[in-house]
């Protein structure tokens, strides 16, 4: 079955810095596109960042230089490295795969909240 | 970037009637080469991922009942549930990757019995 469970979620303060982890079963990591998407407490569905399975990355404008995106081959997991947060970045935060290469996002793991405050 | 609007952002809709939920992309995000259009939907439940309901605009994904339907081209697209069930509320997303990064999603419709 193909799944993928997040981690690393939790309270942090603002400025500080929080790593989660996607873990995927079922498929491997460096073969495919896989992103980040979040989405803040009652709002719609921000795409945060993505790592090609050639090792590209590329980040959503509100994040840049301030998210790491990255992955462990050997334990087929992704991470997203977030430092000098905010409140603002207070989401829920999923990883997809991307069926298609670029393409639409399936599956999603179940999701871990950050929340930022101090 | 490429903007997505859904419309509208509510819909109460009487169970075993029709739910039409409209998106409109900024640009199209059709692809001449190859005639497809780079558009997904999916479905939000409270306290849920987002599951994938169809996507090249109108291929509904294994498992999902064909009381769900997507259409359009271009610019514009529609989800229809042709008779909602109970277990169909949820909002509702539209996303393109025809022109990514960035990935675009629409503001999402919320999806209600009347």
């Known amino acids: 079955e193909v799944q993928l469970v997040e981690s690393g979620g939790g309270l942090v303060q603002p400025g500080g810095s929080l790593r989660l982890a996607c873990a995927a079963s079922?498929?491997?990591?460096?073969?495919?596109?896989m992103s980040w998407v979040r989405q803040a407490p009652g709002k719609g569905l921000e795409w945060v960042s993505i790592?090609?399975?050639?090792?590209?990355?590329y980040y959503a404008d509100s994040v840049k230089g301030r998210f790491t995106i990255s992955r462990d081959n050997s334990k087929n997991t992704l991470y997203l490295q977030m430092n000098t947060l905010r409140a603002e970045d207070t989401a829920v935060y999923y990883c997809?795969?991307?069926?298609?290469?670029?393409?639409?996002?399936?599956?999603w793991g179940q999701g871990t909240l950050v929340t930022v405050s101090s | 970037d490429i903007v997505m609007t859904q419309s509208p952002d509510s819909l109460a809709v009487s169970l075993g009637e029709r739910a039409t939920i409209n998106c409109k992309s900024s640009?199209?995000?059709?692809?001449?080469?190859?005639?497809?259009?780079?558009l997904a939907w999916y479905q939000q439940k409270p306290g849920q991922p987002p599951k994938l309901l169809i996507y090249?605009?109108?291929t509904r994904e294994s498992g999902v009942p064909d009381r769900f339907s997507g259409s359009g081209s271009g610019t514009d697209f529609t989800l229809t549930i042709s008779s909602l069930q109970a277990e169909d509320v949820a909002v509702y997303y539209c996303?393109?990757?025809?022109?990514?990064?960035?990935?675009?999603f629409g503001q999402g419709t919320k999806l209600e019995i009347k």
């Open positions: 997809a795969r991307s069926r298609v290469a670029i393409g639409y996002f399936d599956p």
């Open positions: 079922g498929f491997t990591v460096s073969s495919n596109y």
């Open positions: 790592i090609y399975s050639g090792g590209s990355t």
């Open positions: 640009q199209s995000v059709l692809y001449s080469s190859n005639n497809r259009n780079y």
């Open positions: 090249w605009a109108s």
């Open positions: 996303q393109q990757y025809y022109s990514v990064p960035p990935y675009t």
